[in-house]
């Protein structure tokens, strides 16, 4: 089936530092991504939508210059969270959808919990 | 715009029992449903999809979920759970058509599964 890759799974640094988070569909292309944010015991909000080619739309409330989208490829997306605070601590999901008809399903990676001390 | 409903923030059931774990939804166009599950410190998992024609859809591991219109529920279902069902559940619905719309998620669901 398919399959997203997110790296790293886990970070831990400094405040002010900025942070990378990859985002791969490996085994099919993917025009479109889904960047979640997900904190303790809450659900997936959803961040922004990264269009292979194009700028991401970003959600009401998300901060298009804090989180930088980038999706170069048809199978990477990166977000980047510039200048990291506490307050940015909280596990972030990616998600693809394979391409095609509307009705495919998301696949969703691993997850990356960011920690900012 | 669309909206899911997961009354239940925590489920406690104990192990062989069935359970029933409750999503209702709100849209005024036709949707896609989905359930799918989390393991802690994990991504999320499909579990199961509504798309279209029977109204009854089940999953690999015994779970099942029934769509119902005329309720707009999609109730996901298991007759016996074990130990390992313990997770996050997120029931999901999305509008027909369009490759960027988007996937709403209800606050989801802890199972948690007692010997």
């Known amino acids: 089936g398919a399959v997203v890759s997110q790296h790293p799974s886990r970070v831990i640094c400094k405040s002010g530092t900025s942070v990378k988070i990859e985002c791969r569909s490996l085994?099919?292309?993917?025009?479109?991504m889904f960047w979640y944010r997900q904190f303790p015991k809450q659900s997936l909000m959803l961040m922004a939508t990264?269009?292979?080619?194009?700028?991401?739309?970003?959600e009401q409330g998300v901060e298009k210059d804090k989180f930088l989208i980038n999706h170069a490829s048809l199978t990477l997306s990166t977000l980047t969270v510039t200048s990291a605070h506490p307050e940015d601590s909280s596990f972030y999901i990616c998600?693809?959808?394979?391409?095609?008809?509307?009705?495919?399903?998301?696949?969703f990676g691993d997850g990356t919990r960011l920690s900012i001390l | 715009a669309q909206s899911v409903t997961q009354l239940d923030s925590q489920v406690p059931v104990f192990e062989e029992a069935p359970v029933e774990l409750r999503c209702n939804y709100s849209?005024?166009?036709?949707?896609?449903l989905f359930w799918y599950v989390q393991y802690p410190n994990q991504g999320l998992q499909l579990l199961l999809k509504?798309?279209?024609?029977?109204?009854l859809v089940k999953s690999i591991n015994g779970f099942e979920a029934e769509f119902n219109k005329s309720q707009t529920s999609f109730h996901l279902r298991k007759p016996s759970v074990h130990i390992s069902d313990t997770a996050e559940y997120f029931c999901?619905?999305?509008?027909?058509?369009?490759?960027?719309?988007?996937?709403?998620f209800g606050t989801g669901t802890l199972l948690a599964v007692q010997p």
């Open positions: 085994d099919f292309q993917a025009t479109t």
């Open positions: 509504y798309l279209s024609g029977s109204t």
């Open positions: 849209s005024s166009v036709s949707v896609y």
């Open positions: 990264s269009n292979e080619g194009s700028k991401a739309t970003y």
């Open positions: 999901a619905v999305r509008n027909y058509g369009g490759a960027t719309n988007k996937l709403i």
């Open positions: 998600s693809a959808r394979v391409p095609g008809n509307s009705n495919q399903p998301q696949h």
